[in-house]
């Protein structure tokens, strides 16, 4: 019996996400791709966006941004850069800034990096320089002698989310520079967590603070499902 290729298999997954091809008369909207309403909309958008033009929803969600912004150092090609990536797009940050190394892994990414911000710095102090010149605060994640707890801390509106290197967490630089600490609650064994995970708890705790939950909006009339 053969055995199903991973490559095999994510065509399968990709067949059965999204919708099939339009039905019906075409909307004449510049925003939908007509490329998407021929063969069907099968990427990792919600329903809202199905068979839009990336250009389109980048535009639509520009105005919606939220005022945060995440950095996240990179020396070692960090492969949580991706995920923090596309936490970013799900909670509508303003920007991710990458400090450090500007090659990162986009697989992790899953193409969001197509609908979010992504800014680089050479350094954590042209990163600092960006942020004094915007006038946010830059409030560095990390579990640290001195930190603050995230879960009971206020966090501003508008600033900067800081989140060190995999592994060997925020540069010397990075922790000198921050206007801030904070650090995260755990109650196990082990010294730290990942840094995708932080920064997504990061994010999601400036979002209960300061964000109304999204509406869902119907799906598009002329969209066909699919059984899968």
Do not use: K
């Not at 939220?66 to 909670?91: K, M, Q, S």
């Not at 911000?117 to 102090?125: A, E, I, N, S, Y």
């Amino acid at each position: 019996m053969r055995r199903v290729t991973e490559a095999e298999t994510e065509l399968t997954r990709l067949d059965t996400v999204g919708v099939g091809p339009w039905q019906g008369p075409w909307p004449e909207d510049p925003r939908y791709d007509p490329e998407l309403l021929a063969a069907g909309d099968r990427r990792n958008v919600v329903d809202r966006y199905r068979y839009w033009t990336v250009e389109a929803i980048v535009a639509d969600l520009d105005p919606r941004r939220h005022p945060f912004h995440v950095a996240i150092e990179n020396w070692r090609h960090d492969l949580n850069i991706g995920t923090v990536v596309r936490t970013a797009n799900a909670f509508l940050a303003a920007e991710v800034h990458i400090v450090g190394r500007r090659r990162w892994n986009r697989r992790g990414a899953m193409v969001t990096d197509r609908y979010q911000h992504v800014r680089h710095h050479p350094d954590v102090g042209s990163l600092v320089a960006w942020a004094r010149e915007a006038g946010l605060p830059l409030l560095a994640v990390d579990n640290l002698p001195g930190a603050r707890p995230l879960e009971t801390e206020p966090l501003p509106r508008a600033c900067v989310l800081l989140f060190g290197q995999e592994g060997s967490g925020l540069s010397d630089e990075a922790r000198d520079a921050a206007d801030g600490v904070l650090s995260i609650a755990q109650f196990g064994s082990t010294r730290s967590i990942n840094a995708g995970v932080a920064a997504g708890i990061a994010m999601h705790t400036w979002i209960r603070l300061h964000a109304s939950p999204p509406h869902r909006a119907a799906p598009r009339p002329g969209a066909v499902p699919d059984s899968g």
